[in-house]
T-cell receptor
Framework: GQNIDQPTEMTATEGAIVQINCTYQ??????LFWYQQHAGEAPTFLSYNVLDGLEEKGRFSSFLSRSKGYSYLLLKELQMKDSASYLC???????????FGRGTSLIVHP | DVKVTQSSRYLVKRTGEKVFLECVQD?????MFWYRQDPGLGLRLIYFSYDVKMKEKGDIPEGYSVSREKKERFSLILESASTNQTSMYLC???????????????FGPGTRLTVL
């Protein structure tokens, strides 16, 4: 099985930068996804990492270190609308089905 | 844009009833999934389907069955609903499966099922 850990909840201030971490223990890693889910809505895809390094996409960036079993999602210039849950999902062990972590609830306050 | 729709946003059923949750996607995706989402537990995979008439058990299939008779439609069936099946049910679809496939999943809006 896979063990995926994310903080349960984080708070940050509008305009600031926040880093949401995800650590995983698995064998045969073959990709990590980040999704955003606003309350009462469907999760939507943010990023996918399979190689080490940083992938930047506008205000959001995602980093992966396969040797450390570690990823983070970096959100810059936070806006109130960024208040949501952020889900880390890992694909591994020859399966093409990602396993989801429990999600991190981010609260952005003025 | 991919659109995944679910038959109901809210559903209330009684213990022992047979419940059907329907999911339809409009982009000719091969793969479809059913998850349930509970506070503190995250998204857990119930069943998935690689293609029409194919189905595989996920992590928590007990008490559920599925049907995929047409490519665009994936149904989740609770043969005899129980109170511990009260949850948010999310359907998702994905283009296909492959070793180099990084295709994301597209999720429906969810069905919040309450079993009394």
């Amino acid at each position: 099985g896979q063990n995926i850990d994310q903080p349960t909840e984080m708070t940050a201030t509008e305009g600031a930068i926040v880093q949401i971490n995800c650590t995983y223990q698995t064998s045969g890693f073959n990709g990590l996804f980040w999704y955003q889910q606003h309350a009462g809505e469907a999760p939507t895809f943010l990023s996918y990492n399979v190689l080490d390094g940083l992938e930047e996409k506008g205000r959001f960036s995602s980093f992966l270190s396969r040797s450390k079993g570690y990823s983070y999602l970096l959100l810059k210039e936070l806006q109130m609308k960024d208040s949501a849950s952020y889900l880390c999902a890992v694909r591994a062990g020859g399966s093409y089905i990602p396993t989801f972590g429990r999600g991190t609830s981010l609260i952005v306050h003025p | 844009d991919v659109k995944v729709t679910q038959s109901s946003r809210y559903l209330v059923k009684r213990t022992g009833e047979k419940v059907f949750l329907e999911c339809v996607q409009d982009m000719d995706h091969e793969n479809m999934f059913w998850y349930r989402q509970d506070p503190g537990l995250g998204l857990r995979l119930i069943y998935f389907s690689y293609d029409v008439k194919m189905k595989e058990k996920g992590d928590i299939p007990e008490g559920y069955s599925v049907s995929r008779e047409k490519k665009e439609r994936f149904s989740l069936i609770l043969e005899s609903a129980s109170t511990n099946q009260t949850s948010m049910y999310l359907c998702a679809s994905r283009l296909s499966t492959g070793a180099a496939n990084n295709k994301e999943q597209f999720f429906g809006p969810g069905t919040r099922l309450t079993v009394l």
